[in-house]
């Protein structure tokens, strides 16, 4: 039988960006996939990570970069990304800030990030 998920949970984060979590080891319990809608404030970035989960960044407004070993990308709204469990990549937006949604294979966990520490 279909579950709706009437609100998503909002996950509280350092620098201002917002996770509303709709799908996910936090809202659902489940392990396989997450899914959440993010919104990053202008000039906002976090460490680099090198996950054991697959990324997909869908841009719905502004621009989210990533950056990683072959250089910079810049995924614009309306583009997505596709990043693969153990590359390194770390995230940032200009002063436009973003609205993005994640998804992440299998469901993001902060022990399955591998961030950096922060400076």
């Known amino acids: 039988m279909p579950e709706l998920i009437e609100a998503p949970t909002r996950i509280p984060v ?5 996770i509303d979590e709709y ?3 936090v809202t659902s319990g489940e392990s396989a996939v997450s899914v959440a809608h993010m919104t990053a404030p202008p000039g906002w970035s976090e460490p680099a990570q090198a996950p054991d989960f697959d990324e997909v960044t ?4 502004g621009a ?3 950056e990683h070993e072959g250089g910079v990308t810049d995924v614009r ?3 997505a990304l ?3 469990a153990g590359e390194r990549v770390r995230y940032l937006v200009g002063d436009e800030g973003a609205e993005y949604v994640a998804v992440c294979l299998p469901a993001f966990a ?3 990030a591998h961030r950096d520490d922060e400076d």
Request: proline share 8%.
């Open 58 to 61: 869908l841009v719905l407004r």
């Open 110 to 112: 902060p022990e399955l």
């Open 64 to 66: 989210v970069q990533v």
């Open 77 to 79: 709204a309306g583009q």
């Open 82 to 84: 596709v990043t693969r």
């Open 14 to 18: 350092p620098g201002g960006k917002v």
């Open 23 to 25: 799908v996910g080891r």
